[in-house]
């Protein structure tokens, strides 16, 4: 992964991962050092992951984490069942919740991203 965003800097990068990421037994194992990997490439503008089942975005070194929602088996009523549909841009990405069950509250609603 070094040598990959080392050796491509001209357009932003998108990674998506399966694990959650955090301390905990189920994320990622070396989150700590996947950050610290991450820290000089400032063109790494987005992470996408899973594995939780919950529709989350946050930010982390400044990049956008989008922990996308389960299509399968929702473990609380708070999360919606769905997925999302992303447009990515020279300037950013538009992502835009589809929750066809669970809490539909967030429905249609676009995110924007600007880098």
Known sequence: LTAYLTENTDKPVALMLHHTLGPGDND???TELF???LA????????FHGHSHRWIRYERQGIPIINLPT?????????PLGWVDAQ???????????????NR???GKTFSYAW
């Open 105 to 107: 509250e967030e429905d």
């Open 35 to 37: 950050f610290d990997l």
């Open 71 to 79: 299509m399968a088996h929702i473990w609380t009523p708070d999360q």
């Open 40 to 47: 000089p490439h400032k063109h790494v503008q987005a992470i």
């Open 28 to 30: 990622l194992l070396d």
């Open 88 to 102: 990515f841009h020279k300037t950013g990405m538009d992502l835009t919740l589809r929750a066809f069950a669970g």
